[in-house]
C-alpha cells in the first residue's frame, strides 16, 4: 500500500513535471506565458499519430520527428504572432491563448473526438517492483523526466547558447550589448518549450487516449505546478510538481478519482491568494529601463 | 575613427540629444560629461545600437515613439540603423552604467558570455589578459556576480566588455558609486586598455577622476553640446570647473 503510493505519487509527479516543463522554460527564458502550451501537447500527439497511422514512420520516428516539427511551430509562433506584440503582456497572453484554442477546437471541428487516437508505448509489458506491479512506460516517463531536466540543467549552464539565453532572461539590454539578440532568444525559447511539450506527449499520452480537453488540462496543470513552485523556478518546478503529484494521489484515492484535478486548480486559487510568488518565486527587482 | 553629425534623439516629443555632432579619433580617450539626465546614456547607447534596438520595439508594438536623425559614421560606414549585435561584430562594445552584470552566473560565465561571438581560442586570450587587469577577479571566479561589491561588478562588467573585443569601447558612468581606491583602478586601467590599441569614450558626472587621463572631452547640458576642449582647456574654465569638478 505504501510502496504502491510512493512508486505512482512519483509516477504522477514525473507527468506533471513533464507536462509543465516546456511551459516554465519558456517564460523563465523570455518571460512568454505561453497560453497555448497545452494545444501544443494536443498538436504533438496529434501529429505523432498521423505520422504514424498515415505515412507509417516507425513510432520513435514518428516521435523524434514530431518533436523536432514542433520545436519549428513553437519558433514561427514567436516570429509570427509574438513579435509584434513582444512586451505587452496581455497582448502576449491573449494571442497564445487564442492560438490555443483554435488549434484545439479545429481538432475537434475535424472529427480527432473518438476513441481511436492513441500512441503506442516506447515498451509494452510490465514489471513489478517491490510488490508493486508497474508498466515500463511509467518507468520511462520517470527516466525521461530525469534525463530532461539534467539535460535542461547542461545546456542552461555549460552551453554558450544555454548561457546566452538566460544571460538574455537576466538582463536583456546588457545581453544585447554584448552581441545577443532579444528576437533570436525568444524564438529558441518557444521553440525549445514547444518541443519540450512534444516530449511530454509522446511519453505521457500512450498511457491513455488522446482525448481534445487535453489541450486546456495541460496548459492547467503547466499553470499549477509553475504557480505552485514559482514561476521562473527550477527548484520550484520539482517541489511543485512532486507536491501536486502526490497531493492529486492522495485525493483520487481517498476522494474519489474526480479529485485529483480539483487538487491543481484548488492549488492555483490558493497559491495565487496566499503567496502569489510561489514556493520559491522572486520578486524581480525593479529595473530601471534604458 | 567615429564621425557623429548633427545627432538628434526624440522621446516621443521630447528632446534628448539635440545636434549633436563630434568625433572619436583612434587611440583617445574621450570623456562625456554631463550632469543627471544630461543625455549621457542616450548618446552611448544610440552609438551602440540600444536606442535604435528599443526604437524598433517601441514601434512594433506601438508604444513610445522613438525618433534618430543624423549621422553616426565608424570606420567610414554609416552605422545609423544597425542592430547592436552587428555593431559588437564591428567593435562597438558599451559597458552599460551602473556596473551591469550576470548576476546569477559566476565570474567567468560572466567574463566568457563576454565573448559570445568570438571564438574558444580568443576567449580564452581576452580571459587572460582580464586577468591580468583585474587580478581581484582571479580568486572570485566561481563567486555568483550578484554577491559582488560595486567595485567587483564594475570589473566584472568592463571585464566583460573587453572578452567582446572591443575597438571602440564606450563606457557609461565607470567610476559612479566606486571607492576612491576603486576609481583609481578603474582610471589604471582604462589606461591600460587603451595601450592594447582600444580607444575609448567614457562618460561621467564629476570630471576631476578622469580628467587627466583624457584626450579631449565633451560636456551636454540637456543634450546640447555646450563646450569642448583638452583636458586642461575644460579644467581652466572657470564656469565648467565649479559645475563638474565639484569643489
Ligand atoms: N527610455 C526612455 N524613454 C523616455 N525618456 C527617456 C528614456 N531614456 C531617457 N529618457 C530621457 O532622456 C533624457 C536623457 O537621459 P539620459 O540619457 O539617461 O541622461 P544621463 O545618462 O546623462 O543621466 C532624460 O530627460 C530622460 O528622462
Ligand atoms: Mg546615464
Known sequence: MVTNFLIYGLVNSAILMLSAIGFSLTFGLSGVANFAHGAMYLTAGFIAWMLINYLGLSPLVAM????????ILGALIYRIILMPVRGIVLSEVISTFALGVALIEFFRWKGFTSF??????FVKGSIEIFGVTIDYQRLII?????????FLWYFTHYTNTGLALRGMAQDEYTALSIGIESDWAAMLSLGLGAALASVAAVAILPLGIISINLGYEIFLIALAVSVL?????TLGLFVGSLILGYAMVIASTYLGPQWGQVVYLGAIVIVLAIKPSGLFGKYKELEERV | MLNVNNLMVFYENALAVNDLSFEIKQGEIIG?????????????NTLSGLTHHLKVREQRKGGTRITISGSINYLDADIMSLKPRDRVELGIILCRERHPVFRDNTVEENLKLGGYLR???????SLQFVYELFPPLIKLRKNKAGMLSGGEKEMVAIGMSLV???KLLLMDEPLLGLSPHMQAEVVRATLEIRKHGVTVMMSEQYARPIMPIIDRGYIIENGTLVMTGTGTELMDNPEV???YFGT
Request: glycine share 12%.
Open chain 2, 241 to 243: 570647473k565649479s559645475a
Open chain 2, 32 to 44: 562625456l560629461f554631463g550632469s543627471n539626465s544630461a543625455g549621457k546614456t542616450t548618446i552611448l
Open chain 1, 229 to 233: 513552485g514559482g514561476l521562473e523556478s
Open chain 1, 116 to 121: 481511436d487516437f492513441s500512441l503506442p508505448p
Open chain 2, 164 to 166: 567582446a573585443k572591443p
Open chain 1, 142 to 150: 520517470i527516466g525521461i523526466a530525469l534525463i530532461i531536466a539534467l
Open chain 2, 119 to 125: 571564438k574558444a581560442q580568443e576567449i580564452k586570450e
Open chain 1, 64 to 71: 523524434l520527428l514530431t518533436v523536432v516539427l514542433m520545436g
